[in-house]
């Protein structure tokens, strides 16, 4: 069967697609006087007078629009839409239009590309536009066909797409802690190959086999890291942190890094835990980990997500404040609540003997109200450092009052005090030749506890013992004090 002009003219007219039919001629006569005017460059002639595009536009004659067009610009007829064009082509499509014109310029005689246009309300139209000069109409471009199809639902949803994945990214890469973006997927073939070996016991095997775990840790793969991973490991750039991740992931870590292997063989996709990682400078860091397997790849631990919140300065305040539980912040030796558990553990254990010393600073008040505390807060301080420096554990040395001090020695006879004595003599004289100043000088108490005595009785016989010598020292002192005042 034959088509007729008139099967065409349908064909036109109810195309689901906008359809023009334009006279081009205009343009071919104005593109061949520029190339006699010397013009080579078109984008940069037009670019250089934007002008020149409009001028362009005008030489096109719209011939013929179908209903789809007008449905679509919202014009009631040809003649409306036809002088109405200053509405459809503005804007952000001449940056489109210069492109088109150069490609017709340079030859091409059939071209598609995306641009913009607007109906006659104003409302923007994405649309896929596709040119083509009609056969036997290539000298002259007096008849060019023009399709354009609605695309702005499209575009709308990838700009939408767009903005999601930029508000991703802004989440992800301005994150307040640390993320990172991770395949564990070699790790769960790894799962996967023991549990097929009929493996039931992780925790037995990871005990048995501990190179297991290293070379799990070896396999995870490390897609992506935000901006406060580097700031928090001391990394200049992203390929410098994933070069030197076993700096990172290393010794104390392994332990929790076997803890989570064995709760991911347990089907616990989600866990959070604190950890043990290490910055590239050395320092230790004490970070809340959260791990979660991403929804959808459940299957294969392809993409995991790792959030790290340093927790390093609330870990620290706790051993601070654990540390001053147990000990005088002055002298850093144990304090008297310490002291007093430890006696009373000895006494539990029924730990046999005990010796048991008790140290009382002499002159310290005399100090304090002539030189003030600052003066006596010193020689306290050093008699901390020789204390400490003087008892090695099992032995403790604790600050029990204000100038009062005791030592406990576990399974220390009288040989072991005399020569725990010995050597506390020998350190405070060492420390009198390195300070100026006032010297360390003190009164002391020694007892050996004897079997069945309780050995807080042998602590006041200690007590006692220190109290009588430090009266010969105050009696010793007012001697002097008279020897000096009689004169001569």
């Known amino acids: 069967m034959d088509t007729t002009d008139d099967d065409f003219a349908q064909m036109f007219e109810l195309a689901p697609v906008s359809l023009w039919l334009e006279d081009f001629s205009g343009l071919a006569a104005l593109f061949a006087r520029w190339r006699a005017e010397g013009v080579s460059d078109l984008r940069a002639f037009l670019c250089a007078d934007r002008a020149r595009i409009a001028q362009c536009t005008r030489e096109l004659k719209v011939l013929k ?36 014109l150069v490609q017709l310029w340079n030859g091409a005689r059939s071209y598609a590309s995306q641009t913009v246009n607007y109906t006659l309300d104003g409302r923007r ?22 399709s354009l199809e609605d695309v702005s639902a499209r575009e709308q949803a990838r700009a939408r797409l767009e903005r999601s994945e930029r508000y991703a990214q802004g989440l992800f890469e301005h994150s307040p802690v640390s993320l990172w973006v991770e395949d564990f997927s070699a790790v769960k073939r790894l799962l996967d190959e023991v549990r097929e070996q009929g493996i039931e016991d992780f925790r037995v095997f990871t005990d048995v086999h501990p190179e297991f775990v290293d070379r799990c ?110 000990h005088d912040a002055l002298t850093k030796l144990r304090n008297r609540s310490f002291f007093d558990d430890e006696l009373n553990r000895l006494e539990r254990k029924q730990v046999q003997p005990v010796a048991l010393l008790v140290i009382d600073l002499n002159g310290l008040k005399q100090i304090n109200d002539e030189r003030g505390h600052r003066a006596g807060d010193a020689l306290l301080r050093r008699m901390g450092e ?59 108490g020694m007892a050996i506890s004897q079997p069945g005595e309780r050995l807080e009785a042998a602590l006041h016989r200690a007590d006692a013992q220190m109290y009588l010598q430090k009266k010969a020292f105050h009696a010793s002192a007012e001697r002097n004090r008279r020897k000096e005042s009689a004169g001569p």
């Open 217 to 326: 840790m070896a396999e995870i793969r490390v897609i992506d890291v935000n901006r406060q991973t580097l700031t928090m490991f001391r990394a200049p750039d992203k390929p410098t942190l994933l070069q030197r991740l076993p700096e990172i992931f290393r010794d104390e870590m392994r332990r929790p890094f076997t803890e989570q292997l064995i709760e991911l063989w347990a089907g616990k996709l989600y866990q959070q835990r604190e950890t043990v990682n290490y910055a590239l400078d050395g320092e230790t860091l004490h970070v809340h980990l959260q791990f979660a397997v991403l929804p959808g790849c459940e299957r294969d631990w392809s993409l995991v997500q790792v959030s790290l919140t340093d927790i390093t300065a609330r870990k620290r305040a706790e051993g601070y404040l654990e540390f001053l539980g147990k």
């Open 125 to 146: 139209l994405d649309v896929s536009l596709q040119v083509r000069v009609l056969p036997g109409h290539e000298a002259a471009w007096d008849r060019v066909l023009l």
């Open 386 to 444: 020789v204390l400490n420096k003087g008892t090695p554990a099992p032995a403790t040395a604790a600050r029990i009052g204000g100038d009062e001090f005791a030592v406990l020695i576990p399974s220390g006879d009288e040989h072991a005090a005399e020569s725990w004595l010995a050597t506390l003599h020998e350190l405070v004289e060492l420390n009198n030749q390195f300070h100026s100043g006032d010297p360390l000088q003190f009164s002391i």
């Open 65 to 100: 629009v179908n209903r789809r067009t007008l449905e679509l610009f919202g014009a009631a007829d040809q003649p409306t839409l036809v002088a109405s064009l200053d509405k459809v082509f503005r804007d952000d499509m001449l940056d489109h239009h210069v492109e088109e």
